[in-house]
């Protein structure tokens, strides 16, 4: 599945034991869209994990190549308990992968050059990260 050149997020998905494999994610967002908040002046993730409303969690992001979005490749708001892994995700304005949720299993991805960093875990919480390329970024 090839997701590209949207105005907002590739994907933006809640709900429990989901699945995204195998997706070519780039150029999502806009840019000077204020309502996106967030410092960004824009929006667009590659991958959102988010519904603070609903149950979410148990997400299995794998074997997908995420680049070039206006913000950030992968990012888990709410939830827990997902497992990323074998993921190439690169060239993004903010870091790779941010985390905001506990549980979570990061391994075998390869990210490199976002420019916030690779793997960024914004709130104190318990992740495995293990066997990740870092390369480039903040």
């Given at each position: 599945?090839?997701i590209h050149d949207?105005?907002?997020?590739?994907f933006?998905?809640?709900?429990r034991?989901?699945?995204?494999?195998g997706s070519?994610?780039?150029?999502?967002?806009?840019?000077?869209?204020?309502w996106?908040?967030?410092?960004?002046?824009?929006?667009g993730y590659?991958i959102q994990?988010?519904k603070?409303d609903?149950?979410?969690?148990?997400?299995?992001?794998r074997n997908?190549?995420?680049?070039?979005n206006?913000?950030?490749?992968i990012v888990?708001?709410?939830?827990g308990?997902d497992l990323?892994y074998n993921?190439?995700i690169?060239?993004?304005?903010?870091?790779?992968?941010i985390?905001?949720?506990?549980?979570n299993?990061?391994?075998?991805?390869t990210?490199?050059?976002?420019?916030?960093?690779g793997?960024?875990?914004?709130?104190?919480?318990s992740?495995?990260?293990r066997n990740n390329?870092?390369?480039?970024?903040?």
């Amino acid at each position: 599945l090839n997701i590209h050149d949207n105005d907002s997020h590739g994907f933006y998905v809640g709900g429990r034991n989901v699945l995204i494999e195998g997706s070519r994610i780039y150029r999502a967002g806009l840019r000077d869209v204020p309502w996106c908040g967030g410092g960004f002046k824009g929006c667009g993730y590659g991958i959102q994990v988010r519904k603070p409303d609903k149950p979410v969690g148990n997400f299995v992001i794998r074997n997908n190549v995420i680049y070039d979005n206006f913000v950030g490749g992968i990012v888990l708001v709410h939830g827990g308990g997902d497992l990323i892994y074998n993921n190439v995700i690169y060239g993004n304005k903010s870091a790779g992968i941010i985390v905001g949720t506990g549980g979570n299993k990061i391994f075998n991805n390869t990210i490199v050059n976002n420019e916030q960093g690779g793997i960024y875990v914004n709130t104190p919480v318990s992740i495995e990260v293990r066997n990740n390329i870092i390369v480039g970024g903040a």
